[in-house]
């Protein structure tokens, strides 16, 4: 049979805590600074508030999608936390649009909605897509193509309009 040894922090120690978290050292920091295990410290210090110590900002895949969209206008993205990337693009770049269609969420400039609208249509992957898609993708957009390009994207060649007899 094994007795735990229990550890017994001394109110000196207790209000040590508390005065370094009041003058701005989060909780995570004082139990690294104090050796102690870190729910010790939170658990002492529950009631206080904590400073984030986060780095405010854009980093890391965030930072990656914002550089894919600032080069090509657009950026198709799937993600785990999309939506949390979205609101941080969005929180520091308001002109910054999200589209989810067909499963896929599509990140693109205010200004840029006609490429990241053609691209999007050339990443479904299919030769052959149907009018109403079409007409759907354009207006999730907001967005007009010429005839041409709706000839292109539906599939239709210009010698088999016409078949000879």
């Known amino acids: 049979m094994t007795i735990k040894k229990s550890r017994r922090i001394s109110p000196a120690k207790k209000a040590w805590i508390?005065?370094?978290?009041?003058?701005?050292?989060?909780?995570y920091q004082t139990a690294k600074e104090l050796n102690i295990h870190r729910d010790t410290v939170y658990r002492i210090a529950k009631n206080l508030p904590s400073r984030n110590c986060g780095w405010p900002g854009i980093r890391g895949k965030t930072l990656k999608l914002?550089?894919?969209?600032l080069t090509d206008g657009y950026a198709v993205h799937s993600d785990n936390n999309t939506n949390k990337r979205?609101?941080?693009?969005?929180k520091y770049f308001p002109t910054i649009c999200r589209i989810k269609i067909?499963?896929?969420?599509?990140?693109f400039l205010d200004d840029k909605a006609d490429e990241a609208?053609?691209?999007f249509?050339?990443?479904i992957r299919r030769k052959i897509i149907s009018y109403q898609e079409l007409k759907q993708i354009t207006r999730v957009f907001g967005i007009n193509l010429s005839k041409?390009?709706?000839d292109m994207f539906l599939g239709k060649n210009k010698s088999s309009v016409f078949p000879k007899n």
Do not use: D
């Open 117 to 119: 609208a053609r691209a």
């Open 121 to 123: 249509i050339v990443t």
């Open 102 to 107: 067909y499963g896929k969420n599509i990140f």
């Open 86 to 90: 979205y609101m941080t693009l969005k």
């Open 18 to 27: 508390t005065r370094k978290i009041k003058s701005g050292k989060t909780k």
């Open 148 to 150: 041409m390009e709706k």
């Open 66 to 69: 914002l550089q894919k969209i």
